[in-house]
């Protein structure tokens, strides 16, 4: 069982907003809950989507966004594309643990 | 551009060692907080260890504290992970990834990652 919990699954048609979240407790990460989240293909390597402070890498467009409410975080995703598919991670700091920690990752279907 | 090469992979028995190398260019090696990541084929992602970008502090997963040691060479500008008692839920890819912002210590954003490098434990 991850320190960040996400859903296993999630949907949507072409053109439609999907929110993907990922929770953490509070005895774990405290006052300090950056959430970076991550996007893999299957078969390739992951890559950095979008980091806690909406930093978005080159070439990541602005339809990703991210929020975050105590020690839960949301990544949305509006105006679906069928290149969206994939799998979605979250990733954070438990200061408390010492250790960086991944959510179990959430695949993303674009029906 | 940044470039992140692993190697080092291949199949070992249980309880035997392995060691991983990462080898870099495209950036001040010397400035970048370095990890290793993991993932079984067809399972999540799973953060391994961190070594600081000036080596003094390194942090580990709890299911490899003891049995794995993250070291960096930063005149050779490379990253390495020495695997001991390796067990067979140790097989994944393993992936070199590097920190997004210099001298971070918290942050933690996994901005470049390697193609990773096949560990198999198996008898």
């Known amino acids: 069982q991850s320190v960040l919990t996400q859903p296993p699954s999630v949907s949507g048609a072409p053109g439609q907003r999907v929110t993907i979240s990922c929770t953490g407790s509070?005895?774990?990460?405290?006052?300090?809950?950056?959430v970076h989240w991550y996007k893999q293909v299957p078969g390739t390597a992951p890559k950095l989507l979008i980091s806690?402070?909406?930093y978005r890498p080159s070439g990541v467009p602005d339809r990703f966004s991210v929020s975050k409410s105590g020690t839960s975080a949301s990544l949305a995703i509006t105006g679906l594309q069928a290149e969206d598919e994939a799998d979605y991670y979250c990733?954070?700091?438990?200061?408390?643990?010492?250790?960086?920690?991944f959510g179990g990752g959430t695949k993303l279907t674009v029906l | 551009e940044v470039r992140l090469v692993e190697s080092g992979g291949g199949l070992v028995q249980p309880g035997g060692s392995l060691r991983l190398s990462c080898t870099t260019s495209?950036?001040?090696?010397?400035?970048?907080?370095m990890h290793w990541v993991r993932q079984a084929p067809g399972k999540g992602l799973e953060w391994v260890s961190v070594v600081y970008w000036d080596g003094g502090n390194r942090k580990y997963a709890d299911s490899v504290r003891g049995r794995f040691t993250v070291s960096r060479d930063n005149t050779r500008d490379s990253l390495v992970l020495q695997m001991d008692s390796l067990r067979i839920e140790d097989t994944a890819f393993y992936y070199c990834?590097?920190?997004?912002?210099?001298?971070?210590?918290?942050?933690?954003?996994?901005?470049?990652w390697g193609l990773g490098t096949l560990v198999t434990v198996s008898s």
């Open positions: 806690a402070n909406n």
């Open positions: 990834v590097k920190d997004l912002n210099p001298f971070d210590v918290t942050g933690f954003e996994m901005a470049s």
């Open positions: 990733q954070s700091y438990a200061s408390s643990l010492s250790v960086v920690v």
């Open positions: 509070s005895s774990n990460f405290g006052s300090q809950f950056d």
């Open positions: 495209g950036f001040v090696f010397d400035d970048y907080t």
